[in-house]
């Protein structure tokens, strides 16, 4: 079975700075898709960044970019320029590839980002 | 394009009575899946429908279940609840096509508590 761990539960950050938000995981596959997902107080959660697991360019969205370190199975998130609004619960997210597989998401235990002004 | 709609937003239920939650998916899309989200647990995954017909599910008790209409939409009914099913429903569509599968969008949820 496959796993997600955030071994981080919460972390803070000033405005207009960098932070790194950590992910691990665990599969026995070799094909699948990683994700951070972004819940807000709203509580709907949102899709910040994906990264599949055959690419091994980094993605990048905007101030979002990812550490994508496949053999050690690693895949933090790096926010740039943090602003007020990037304050919220982040997930990281793990699913296989494959139609069969379909769409099940494997999540972490979240981390608190705080942005202070 | 409307997203992802999860009705009610919120519910107040005694213990040991049932339940029913709706999710419409965005247009288009015909898979949905639910996700119940605890404190304690974080976001476990609780079942897949594709076509009508469920392709996954997590490991639940079988007091949940879920079907999915013809149209896409989806309930999920939980029966004889227990106060440990106080939690957020989150339901997330997807598209499948040509063997792909887009990324999950998520409805607000439904917050249910069992009394």
């Known amino acids: 079975a496959q796993t997600v761990t955030q071994s981080q539960p919460e972390m803070s950050v000033q405005e207009a700075e960098t932070v790194t938000l950590s992910c691990t995981y665990d599969?026995?596959?070799?094909?699948?898709?990683l994700f951070w997902y972004k819940q807000p107080p709203s509580r709907q959660m949102i899709l910040v960044i994906r990264q599949e697991a055959y690419k091994q360019q980094n993605a990048t969205e905007n101030r979002f970019s990812v550490n994508f370190q496949k053999a050690a199975k690693s895949f933090s998130l790096k926010i740039s320029d943090s602003q007020l609004g990037d304050a919220a619960m982040y997930f990281c997210?793990?699913?296989?590839?494959?139609?069969?597989?379909?769409?099940?998401?494997?999540f972490g235990e979240g981390t608190q980002l705080t942005v202070n002004p | 394009k409307a997203g992802v709609t999860q009705t009610p937003r919120y519910l107040i239920k005694t213990r040991g009575q049932q339940v029913t939650l709706s999710c419409s998916p965005i247009s288009g899309h015909r898979s949905v899946s639910w996700y119940q989200q605890t404190p304690g647990q974080g976001l476990q995954f609780l079942f897949e429908?594709?076509?009508?017909?469920?392709?996954n599910k997590g490991n639940f008790p079988g007091r949940f279940s879920g079907r999915q209409f013809s149209n896409s939409r989806s309930e999920m009914n939980v029966s004889t609840l227990e106060l440990g099913d106080s939690a957020l429903y989150l339901c997330a569509s997807s598209i499948q096509a040509q063997g792909r599968i887009t990324e999950a969008f998520f409805g607000q949820g439904t917050r249910l508590t069992v009394v």
């Open positions: 997210a793990y699913r296989r590839r494959g139609e069969t597989s379909g769409s099940r998401l494997t």
């Open positions: 599969t026995s596959e070799s094909d699948y898709y």
């Open positions: 429908y594709f076509s009508e017909t469920q392709r």
